[in-house]
T-cell receptor, first 113, second 113 residues
Framework: GNSVTQMEGPVTLSEEAFLTINCTYTATGYPSLFWYVQYPGEGLQLLLKATKADDKGSNKGFEATYRKETTSFHLEKGSVQVSDSAVYFCALNSNTGFQKLVFGTGTRLLVSP | DADVTQTPRNRITKTGKRIMLECSQTKGHDRMYWYRQDPGLGLRLIYYSFDVKDINKGEISDGYSVSRQAQAKFSLSLESAIPNQTALYFC????????????FGQGTRLTVV
């Protein structure tokens, strides 16, 4: 079945550091890929997405590129801020069949001033 | 008003009690989901529904049941709560195609004592 593997956290960075959170997936066909963010005490909200190979999703300075050859969708940001501290979830959704949204285990990011 | 509303937000209940978590959405989407979030395990799918007459078990449905009362309402029941059902529960909704975003409620924190 479909699955998502992302790096364990927490990831601890100083403000303005470069961020990478790795995400790889296993899926049949050509899934859509997502990054969701969960701020403390809140539900998940979409950060960015890509629906086909080589697409780059971007939002709020975050980027991720859909790499079919390496089955990856790594999240990057050039300069993190304290306000980026949150839990980040990689997810995929099959474009066929029941289209269940499958999540990784989440990576907590802690950014210090 | 929020797109997805969950009630209650917090609940403490005793082992063996029946409890219902409610979810309503104003997005007009046909697909609704219940997830459970546990530390280190990410989000796991309990049940999902593609319309009022179509309800499907997710990966961890044992001990849970659901009811899709209307397109906009999807409730989750624990028939006889047990302590290992203590978790954060999220309801989500999305439109029909694979690349579309899921919208989440703010979560219900359930504690079974």
């Amino acid at each position: 079945g479909n699955s998502v593997t992302q790096m364990e956290g927490p990831v601890t960075l100083s403000e303005e550091a470069f961020l990478t959170i790795n995400c790889t997936y296993t899926a049949t066909g050509y899934p859509s890929l997502f990054w969701y963010v969960q701020y403390p005490g809140e539900g998940l909200q979409l950060l960015l997405k890509a629906t086909k190979a080589d697409d780059k999703g971007s939002n709020k300075g975050f980027e991720a590129t859909y790499r079919k050859e390496t089955t990856s969708f790594h999240l990057e940001k050039g300069s993190v801020q304290v306000s980026d501290s949150a839990v980040y979830f990689c997810a995929l959704n099959s474009n066929t069949g029941f289209q269940k949204l499958v999540f990784g285990t989440g990576t907590r990011l802690l950014v210090s001033p | 008003d929020a797109d997805v509303t969950q009630t209650p937000r917090n609940r403490i209940t005793k082992t063996g009690k029946r409890i219902m978590l409610e979810c309503s959405q104003t997005k007009g989407h046909d697909r609704m989901y219940w997830y459970r979030q546990d530390p280190g395990l990410g989000l796991r799918l309990i049940y999902y529904s593609f319309d009022v007459k179509d309800i499907n078990k997710g990966e961890i449905s044992d001990g849970y049941s659901v009811s899709r009362q209307a397109q906009a309402k999807f409730s989750l029941s624990l028939e006889s709560a047990i302590p290992n059902q203590t978790a954060l529960y999220f309801c989500a909704t999305r439109a029909g195609t694979g690349g579309t975003e899921a919208f989440f409620g703010q979560g219900t924190r359930l504690t079974v004592v």
